[in-house]
């Protein structure tokens, strides 16, 4: 079975000491996505998985400037090349007059870019998780305590990452299908 073909490898684990130890133990092996569900908060849990990396903030530096220089450009084009009239003897490029507008318009497409980068980086809209195809994940939102090491991941092989889990005395261990 390819890595393309599955989402990853699931393991159950009976408590938190025990799953936050694998996570720990999962890392030193090498992998790199992971991802935990438990019912309730674990402290130490976020710091044991590792930094997650968010692009969010650079898409809305990016967005903002882009539809600031636009803004400027438009205004620019228009009041100077395409149309130029003079009133009350101001020069053409009056820069003054093109801010309020360069600015509404840096922080509405901050806004929207932030927007697409968050869901796209929460990798929504997704109408169905291949997590729901497992029966014993049903649990996650009761009782229990699940590590899923995901087929991306560049260390990632299924039969390796079964038999890590297992190892690292996970109750129950499967192949999650894509």
């Known amino acids: 079975m390819s890595a393309s073909s599955h989402y990853g490898c ?14 720990s133990s999962l890392r030193k092996r090498g992998y790199t996505r992971l ?20 692009r969010t903030a650079f898409a809305m530096l990016m967005g903002g400037i ?10 620019y084009y228009a009041a100077v090349v395409d149309y130029p009239i003079n009133v009350g003897g101001r020069p053409d490029a009056s820069w003054p007059a093109f801010i309020p507008a360069a600015v509404e318009m840096t ?16 990798g929504l809209p997704r109408l169905h998780h291949p997590l729901f195809e497992s029966e014993r994940f049903a649990q996650a939102s009761r009782a229990g305590l699940f590590v899923v090491v995901l087929a991306v991941d560049p260390h990632y092989e299924a039969d390796g990452a079964r038999r890590d889990l297992t190892e690292l005395q996970a109750t129950h261990v499967e192949t999650v299908p894509a």
Do not use: C, H, K
């Not at 684990?13 to 799953?19: I, K, N, P, Q």
């Open 35 to 54: 991802e935990a569900y438990t019912p309730y908060p674990v402290e130490g849990l976020a710091q044991a998985l590792g930094p997650m990396r968010d």
């Open 66 to 75: 882009a539809a600031g220089v636009a803004t400027l450009a438009l205004q």
């Open 10 to 23: 699931i393991g159950e684990f009976e408590d938190v000491g025990t799953l936050l130890s694998a996570v």
């Open 107 to 122: 922080i509405l497409f901050a806004a929207l870019a932030g927007l697409v980068s968050m869901l796209r980086s929460n």
